[in-house]
Nanobody, 115 residues
Framework: QVQLVESGGGLVQPGGSLRLSCAASGVAFSSTIMGWYRQSPGKQRELVARIYRGASTYYDDSVKGRFTISRDNAKNTVYLQMNSLKPDDTAVYYC?????????WGQGTQVTVSS
């Protein structure tokens, strides 16, 4: 079955950086478009970045130029490097198939940007 395990979140000051990781199993990872989603309190979950099988990438305008998504198909892992973090980036971050996610979601990893 599908398993997605996110890690790397934490508390960081505005302007700081974090690197998130997501280990996937039970999926044909190398042939799957993977994405990072986030959900803030009171808001719907949104897709902020995705990476295609050939490593092309797409970013939401809210994170473009600050976040970088990458993947390691040998490790079935997708990463999100987040730089120049802002308080508005505070959310629980999830990885999943994109743009149509699996019905299963991992536990996510909390990112809090605050001074």
């Amino acid at each position: 079955q599908v398993q997605l395990v996110e890690s790397g979140g934490g508390l960081v000051q505005p302007g700081g950086s974090l690197r998130l990781s997501c280990a996937a199993s039970g999926v044909a990872f190398s042939s799957t478009i993977m994405g990072w989603y986030r959900q803030s309190p009171g808001k719907q979950r949104e897709l902020v970045a995705r990476i295609y099988r050939g490593a092309s990438t797409y970013y939401d305008d809210s994170v473009k130029g600050r976040f970088t998504i990458s993947r390691d198909n040998a490790k079935n892992t997708v990463y999100l490097q987040m730089n120049s973090l802002k308080p508005d980036d505070t959310a629980v971050y999830y990885c999943n198939k994109a743009p149509e996610p699996y019905g299963y979601w991992g536990q996510g990893t909390q990112v809090t940007v605050s001074s």
